[in-house]
């Protein structure tokens, strides 16, 4: 490729409204282009990251035994209305009409519509099992859009889904998966870690996520550094939501029937995605005096029920609520539930929590549920009156690292972590509501058992570039750049030495498969060079009049200090 034939477009300064590093160093780059909130243009440069992700997911895919299709980005809402979703899934799920007034939606993921395919085309055993899969874009109206295409509205996901014809083939699928994934982020080059996750709003009893460890990353993970034990404490987005929605919440706590109240009650006053992040609520909140001194505080305890089939919540203790909202105190908790451990056992903890010091640990082997701890943490904090932003990192820092991990088998730490992969197995959630069944050996029907599996292809190029870049821009891994090669001729209009010899590199290295770019422009050296470090480009050739008289071409790793000298006859066998 020549640089003159492509499109490139650097800019000196990011927008600013960008937050994290990814963002700002993919608009430099001329990578995205901003159309609206959460949604951009994937320009040339950034399209070829976009597909050496896709390219590298959909080979491990195949190879795990997926069979690729394309479902549509628009369905229509009847689908989402067999599962219940259609109602269910709040303001993140886009719903469309289309001229005769009917709904549709655009697909945030495609679990009603492969089920309704596995349904009609799955009929017997001998047909199991089954793994689609396809890279499709999806649409989330997100509450808060932000870091590029990272949160983007309008992005790009591999989603797969499998039909197996009982639960230990669905756990050996969702075995495959998991390696599939493990190949998948150690092909891509980055530091991932694959943790327990919340089964949230897609349902289902078994769940990891593959976390790209960056310290902007809107996860925080617990982890023990000496076993394999990981899990994620989805915390960023509950608590800038709770945050957001105290007042709502505020109204809730005046709902005037206390121990009853519905999920669609909660979603909708808290604005939550149902379940997702949040599945207990331990808040209190204060009847102030006139002096707004607290005369009293009230703990009480919502239980959102574990899965998406949750329909009901049980609200704790409410009374003599007048003002103020907020986490309860730890003190408090301890107080009010305390006494009794096996009162958090409802809400998916397989074993009681117990409260010690001034942090919860909760004694449990099979971990499922990030959330739950969530509550805990945020203790003290006051968002009621004034809604501080509150500081993450810094909180879950001082309340968890060093505490006993949960398997024994150490100390738990925390990093912050980039969700790029979920994977969940789902058992008979949607084949039960949606009747996709099978004939078994004994010609009985049977529902299919199901797994899920998605990986943010867009997010994983900022997750990239969050965790690889220095202050001249991208360092991208190898598997992932745009281009792995940058041949950068001084005087290539000047000398018809240079021409030639950048000329055979570029068409050398081409021939052999390698992504090289020639840059042809005529730029200055200096501008030249810049532009290809903010790019990102691993390796660079620079050829110039006085290197080849000695027979020589400079080469740079992205990473290296300084240039080397190298013979312009062995370059291109170096670089393949
Ligand atoms: P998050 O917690 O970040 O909102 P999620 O849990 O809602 O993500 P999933 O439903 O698990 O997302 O979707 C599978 C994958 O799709 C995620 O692991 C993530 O990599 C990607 N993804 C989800 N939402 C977005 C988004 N708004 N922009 C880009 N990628 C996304
Ligand atoms: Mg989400
Ligand atoms: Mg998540
Ligand atoms: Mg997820």
């Given at each position: 490729?020549?640089?003159?034939?492509?499109?490139?477009?650097?800019?000196?300064?990011?927008?600013?409204?960008?937050?994290?590093?990814?963002?700002?160093?993919?608009?430099?780059?001329?990578?995205?282009?901003?159309?609206?909130?959460?949604?951009?243009?994937?320009?040339?440069?950034?399209l070829?990251?976009?597909r050496?992700?896709?390219?590298?997911?959909?080979?491990?895919?195949?190879?795990?035994?997926?069979?690729?299709?394309?479902?549509?980005?628009?369905?229509?809402?009847?689908?989402?209305?067999?599962?219940?979703?259609?109602?269910?899934?709040?303001?993140?799920l886009?719903?469309?009409?289309?001229r005769?007034?009917?709904?549709?939606?655009?697909?945030?993921?495609?679990?009603?519509?492969?089920?309704?395919i596995?349904?009609?085309?799955l009929?017997?055993?001998?047909?199991?099992p089954?793994?689609?899969?396809?890279i499709?874009?999806?649409?989330?109206?997100?509450?808060?859009?932000?870091?590029?295409?990272?949160?983007?509205?309008?992005?790009?996901?591999?989603?797969?889904?499998?039909?197996?014809?009982?639960?230990?083939?669905?756990?050996k699928?969702?075995?495959?998966?998991?390696?599939?994934?493990?190949?998948?982020?150690?092909?891509?080059?980055?530091?991932?870690?694959?943790?327990?996750?919340?089964?949230g709003?897609?349902?289902?009893?078994?769940?990891?996520?593959?976390?790209?460890?960056?310290e902007?990353?809107?996860?925080?993970?617990v982890?023990?550094?000496?076993?394999?034990?990981?899990?994620?404490i989805?915390l960023?987005?509950?608590?800038?939501l709770?945050?957001?929605?105290a007042?709502?919440?505020?109204?809730?706590?005046?709902?005037?029937?206390?121990?009853?109240?519905?999920?669609?009650?909660?979603?909708?006053?808290?604005?939550?995605?149902?379940?997702?992040?949040?599945k207990?609520l331990?808040?209190?909140?204060?009847?102030?005096d006139?002096?707004?001194d607290?005369?009293?505080?009230?703990?009480?305890?919502?239980?959102l029920r574990?899965?998406?089939?949750?329909?009901?919540?049980k609200?704790?203790?409410?009374?003599?609520?007048?003002?103020?909202?907020?986490?309860?105190t730890?003190?408090?908790?301890?107080?009010?539930?305390?006494?009794?451990?096996?009162?958090?056992?409802?809400?998916?903890?397989?074993?009681?929590?117990?409260?010690?010091?001034?942090?919860?640990?909760?004694?449990?082997?099979?971990?499922?549920?990030?959330?739950?701890?969530?509550?805990?943490?945020?203790?003290?904090?006051?968002?009621?009156?004034?809604?501080?932003?509150?500081?993450?990192?810094?909180?879950?820092?001082?309340?968890?690292?060093?505490?006993?991990?949960?398997?024994?088998?150490?100390?738990?730490?925390?990093?912050?972590?980039?969700?790029?992969?979920?994977?969940?197995?789902?058992?008979?959630k949607?084949s039960?509501?949606?009747?996709?069944?099978?004939?078994?050996?004994?010609?009985?029907?049977?529902?299919?058992?199901?797994?899920?599996?998605?990986?943010?292809?867009?997010?994983i190029?900022?997750?990239?570039?969050?965790?690889?870049?220095?202050?001249?821009?991208?360092?991208?891994?190898?598997?992932?750049?745009?281009?792995?090669?940058?041949?950068?001729?001084?005087?290539?209009?000047?000398?018809?030495?240079?021409?030639?010899?950048?000329?055979?590199?570029?068409?050398?290295?081409?021939?052999?498969?390698?992504d090289?770019?020639?840059?042809?422009?005529?730029?200055?050296?200096?501008?030249?060079?810049?532009?290809?470090?903010?790019?990102?480009?691993p390796?660079?050739?620079?050829?110039?009049?006085?290197?080849?008289?000695?027979?020589?071409?400079?080469?740079?790793?992205?990473?290296?200090?300084?240039?080397?000298?190298?013979?312009?006859?062995?370059?291109?066998?170096e670089?393949?």
């Open positions: 490729m020549k640089a003159s034939q492509f499109f490139i477009s650097t800019l000196k300064e990011a927008p600013s409204d960008a937050e994290v590093v990814s963002h700002k160093l993919m608009m430099r780059a001329g990578f995205i282009k901003r159309l609206g909130a959460g949604i951009y243009n994937y320009m040339p440069m950034g070829r990251v976009i050496k992700v896709e390219a590298i997911v959909r080979e491990e895919m195949n190879r795990a035994g997926g069979v690729e299709l394309l479902m549509p980005v628009v369905q229509p809402a009847e689908l989402w209305q067999e599962t219940g979703r259609f109602d269910k899934m709040g303001p993140e886009m719903r469309v009409k289309d005769h007034d009917r709904d549709f939606i655009i697909q945030p993921t495609s679990e009603e519509v492969v089920t309704d596995a349904r009609q085309e009929r017997s055993y001998k047909q199991l089954k793994n689609f899969y396809h499709q874009t999806k649409f989330r109206d997100e509450r808060r859009p932000r870091f590029g295409i990272m949160r983007g509205r309008e992005f790009t996901m591999k989603d797969a889904y499998s039909f197996d014809r009982d639960a230990a083939g669905a756990a699928t969702y075995e495959a998966m998991f390696a599939a994934y493990k190949r998948i982020f150690d092909r891509f080059g980055l530091e991932y870690r694959a943790v327990a996750a919340d089964t709003a897609i349902g289902g009893d078994l769940s990891h996520e593959f976390q790209v460890i960056a902007t990353g809107e996860d925080a993970i982890y023990c550094p000496t076993s394999d034990y990981a899990a994620n989805e960023a987005e509950a608590v800038s709770l945050a957001e929605r007042p709502a919440a505020q109204a809730l706590v005046n709902t005037p029937t206390p121990g009853k109240a519905t999920c669609a009650d909660v979603a909708q006053l808290l604005g939550l995605p149902l379940s997702r992040t949040i207990s331990v808040l209190a909140t204060d009847e102030l006139e002096a707004g607290i005369v009293k505080s009230t703990v009480w305890l919502l239980l574990g899965d998406h089939s949750m329909n009901e919540i609200v704790g203790k409410i009374e003599g609520l007048k003002a103020g909202f907020r986490f309860a730890l003190a408090e908790i301890e107080d009010h539930f305390g006494s009794k451990p096996g009162y958090l056992g409802p809400i998916g903890l397989k074993k009681p929590v117990k409260v010690v010091a001034d942090r919860t640990v909760v004694n449990m082997s099979d971990w499922v549920c990030g959330a739950n701890l969530e509550d805990f943490h945020y203790t003290g904090v006051n968002w009621g009156r004034d809604l501080p932003e509150p500081d993450l990192v810094a909180d879950i820092r001082n309340v968890v690292e060093g505490d006993p991990s949960p398997d024994g088998q150490g100390v738990l730490a925390i990093q912050r972590g980039i969700e790029v992969g979920h994977i969940f197995y789902l058992g008979t949607y039960k509501v949606m009747n996709a069944t099978f004939l078994d050996e004994n010609g009985k029907p049977a529902f299919m058992e199901m797994g899920c599996y998605g990986i943010g292809v867009t997010r190029v900022g997750a990239a570039i969050e965790q690889n870049h220095d202050a001249r821009g991208i360092v991208w891994p190898d598997a992932l750049a745009p281009f792995t090669v940058v041949i950068c001729p001084i005087g290539y209009d000047r000398s018809a030495d240079v021409k030639a010899a950048a000329d055979a590199l570029h068409d050398e290295l081409q021939a052999a498969g390698i090289v770019m020639l840059d042809d422009r005529g730029e200055r050296p200096g501008a030249m060079f810049a532009d290809w470090e903010l790019i990102g480009v390796h660079r050739v620079v050829i110039s009049d006085r290197g080849l008289k000695e027979g020589k071409v400079e080469y740079q790793g992205r990473r290296d200090e300084a240039a080397t000298s190298m013979a312009a006859c062995g370059i291109a066998a670089l393949k």
